[in-house]
């Protein structure tokens, strides 16, 4: 079967508003905007160039899933899939079916919201140095992939190039003040716990994930991508044994193959072979079955 992959958008009658590591963003007009998700797949924070088949859709119809559930929680910047209410994207209605979503316009808060319900990671290593993840102190004797007694918020100060930083909540208070900080924490949180139940129903483990938030008119709203194969790590509940690393359903397979190479994790990043590309496209794909019931239509 032939794979084809969408690395790049190149729409010269629409204005780029942003071209991040995996969406490239329009806008539509002053209050809303397009976002595409491509093939693209970032690792260490450097995108790779290499594509994988289908990923883009995988994320866009897992992001609108999680948005449209989680908005009971706290409201979300989502409007819709079908791009045809938009008539000036017409042209493009083949290439942008199933993998865009209009939005409405937030200002990004530059924090990333994680949250840890398992030991695994840079967590893991950090934990092994000093028994504690950004500064939140843990019990002695976990093992790798353990469960920890509680899901803890680990924020990371965004970057606007390379690296995010890994930042312990009282500077996270200074970025952004202790309400708001206090806020983002509690709906990461229950968030997290509320998806993690309803992964752990249909056979998957959520060891840890990020939550992005903006402000429109000043409240506090989801944005960006939601609890995706890129933004968290899935596990196989089936499968899932403490003390090592474990079989997932996220780019870490991508990850463990390039720390493989000793690669310095700067750009330029290698091309990944076929048998890597196609392993991740399944791996992406059977999460989407398992938490939706569907796969994409190809």
């Known amino acids: 079967m032939e794979r084809t992959i969408l690395y790049n958008t190149e729409f010269e009658d ?3 508003f942003k071209r991040g590591k995996v969406r490239d963003i329009y806008e539509v007009d002053r209050n809303h905007l397009l976002i595409v998700a491509t093939d693209r797949i970032s690792c260490f924070d450097v995108v790779l160039p290499t594509g994988v088949p289908n990923k883009g859709k995988v994320l866009n119809q897992l992001s609108s899933l999680w948005l449209k559930y989680t908005k009971v929680v706290v409201p979300n910047h989502f ?12 042209k493009y209605a083949k290439l942008l079916q199933d993998r865009s979503m209009i939005v409405k316009k937030a200002l990004p808060l530059p924090l990333e919201c994680v949250v840890r319900g398992y030991l695994a990671g840079s967590a893991w290593k950090e934990y092994q140095e000093n028994q504690s993840i950004c500064g939140i102190k843990l019990p ?17 100060r965004k970057a606007a190039a390379g690296h995010d930083e890994n930042i312990d909540y009282s500077q996270a208070q200074n970025l952004l ?4 900080v206090q806020k983002m924490k509690e709906i990461s949180i229950k968030l997290y716990e509320g998806a993690r ?19 429109i008119n000043n409240e506090i709203v989801l944005i960006d991508e939601v609890l995706t194969p ?4 899935f596990w196989s509940r089936k499968l899932y044994k403490p003390g090592g690393s474990q079989p997932s359903f996220d780019k870490q397979f991508v990850r463990d193959y390039l720390e493989s190479l000793h ?18 496209e399944e791996k992406y794909r059977q999460a989407l079955r398992l938490l939706s019931g569907k796969d994409i239509e190809e």
Do not use: M, Y
Request: hydrophobic residues 45%.
């Open 197 to 215: 139940i309803w992964a752990h129903i249909r056979g998957i483990l959520i060891a840890d994930t990020k939550f992005e938030f903006g402000l």
């Open 14 to 16: 629409l204005k780029l």
């Open 263 to 280: 690669w310095d994790k700067n750009p330029p990043a290698p091309q990944l072979p076929l048998d890597i590309v196609l392993k991740t």
């Open 177 to 180: 003040g202790n309400v708001l």
């Open 140 to 156: 002695p004797g976990l093992k790798e992939a353990d469960r920890l007694p509680e899901p803890i918020f680990t924020p990371a």
């Open 79 to 90: 409007v819709t899939t079908d791009i045809a209410q938009f008539k000036v994207f017409a």
């Open 230 to 233: 890129d933004s968290s790590r």
